[in-house]
């Protein structure tokens, strides 16, 4: 282990440790979990450090991403479980249950997308990096996933009768979303 | 109850971030932080374990091959897109909807697999949910043709949970595992993985794994 190798690490963390668990915070349940994930995407970055581009952060986002659907996958049962759990009824409407409504009724990569620009602070080139996809690709993901999520957010507002928050991004597993 | 949301839907999803920003720290001081950096300082790197595998990245091509085949087969065009030096070349497809991305492929991911194995459903136990688990378990048996990693003797069990049987959540995953078909499987915790790193027989993802696996 060099001091140039620890000295470079030490900057992609500074910079990315705080975004990683905002990111982490927002699609799993629990501080372990959230820790967990972040801990995994940083043990990649330090045994690829080589390979990390620059800018880092799309490429820590990548990582996270998978990081999570692994997560999602282990975890499959005890998260359903918890969904469960929380299903309960008489939980009072949130504040912003259309807008979630609306997300969690978008497609997995229509949700990531969306999330990624609008809660994580992502432009769509820097989202193509995320997804490994050309630029414009994800440009046209992004407009049509906005246009998507407008047309659901209508919907909800019209029907107004949402029961309950789903106050996470959930993965790409099968996760209930409700 | 009945609102009404103006503007850009975008304004309106980042007035819905379920962030709490209190419980989330905004640098690396904090006691996590550091430890957390410790921890990962002292891991072993990379470098160090290409250098005990050395053909642990071989064959990018040779996937990508393979995926452009499953594709054509997937419009109905695998005729005209297959290679004719080797038409006894049995095409297979990810189990699980790799297109939807759920996860990347990347052969490192594969290589640190518990499993990998080429072989043969032969028949799936389903464990009904009790107590906390009100939800079954689909316990998957395998006949082993051949071990890639891990493992060993000629028959394994893995649970494939929603990737065997029908269910709301079938829609999701894409392909589902069949008695009696033939797989090349990963797997890790005891359970099978999907999203490109399990797939239906496929001679040149087999010869791939091969390769990678050091075989």
């Not at chain 1, 820097?126 to 407008?150: G, M, Q, W």
Request: charged share 25%; net charge negative.
């Amino acid at each position: 282990m060099t001091d140039d190798r620890v000295g470079r690490f030490r900057a992609l963390y500074d910079e990315a440790y705080p975004r990683l668990m905002a990111y982490a915070s927002r699609r799993v349940r629990t501080p372990d979990a959230v820790e967990d994930v972040v801990a995994e995407v940083f043990t990649t970055a330090w045994r690829r450090l080589d390979d990390v581009p620059d800018p880092a952060m799309p490429w820590l986002y990548g990582v996270a991403r998978r990081t999570l659907a692994n997560h999602y996958r282990s975890l499959d049962r005890k998260h359903r479980l918890q969904e469960k759990m929380r299903a309960e009824p008489g939980t009072s409407p949130g504040e912003f249950d259309e807008v979630h409504h609306a997300l969690a009724r978008l497609s997995a990569d229509d949700r990531e997308t969306l999330t990624l620009h609008a809660w994580d602070g992502l432009e769509s080139p820097e989202i193509a990096r995320v997804f490994d996809i050309p630029a414009s690709t994800a440009a046209v993901r992004l407009h049509r996933a906005k246009k998507r999520f407008a047309r659901e957010l209508e919907k909800s507002l019209k029907s107004g009768s949402h029961t309950r928050t789903p106050h996470r991004v959930e993965g790409h597993h099968g996760e209930v979303t409700e | 109850m009945s609102k009404r949301f103006d503007g850009d839907p975008i304004d309106q999803l980042r007035s819905a971030d379920p962030l709490d920003r209190s419980a989330v720290p905004t640098d690396t001081t904090g006691a996590h932080a550091r430890a957390l950096f410790q921890e990962v300082i002292s891991m072993e790197t990379m470098e160090e374990k290409v250098a005990a595998k050395p053909r642990r990245w071989a064959r990018p091509a040779a996937f990508a091959a393979s995926a452009l085949a499953v594709a054509a087969m997937a419009v109905g065009a695998y005729a005209v897109f297959a290679p004719e030096e080797a038409p006894e070349a049995i095409v297979g497809a990810p189990i699980g909807d790799a297109a939807q991305m759920c996860i990347q492929y990347e052969d490192a991911i594969l290589l640190e697999q518990d499993v990998a194995f080429d072989g043969t459903l032969v028949s799936v136990e389903q464990i009904p949910g009790s107590g906390e688990i009100d939800f079954p378990q689909n316990m998957a048996t395998f006949e082993v043709h051949r071990w890639y990693q891990g493992g060993e003797g000629d028959t394994v069990t893995l649970d494939a949970g929603i990737l065997y049987g029908e269910g709301d959540s079938i829609a999701l995953v894409g392909a589902s595992l069949e008695i009696g078909e033939r797989y090349l499987i990963s797997g890790t915790d005891g359970f099978v993985w999907a999203c490109g790193y399990s797939y239906t027989y496929d001679t040149e993802v087999a010869n791939h794994w091969a390769e990678l696996f050091g075989g």
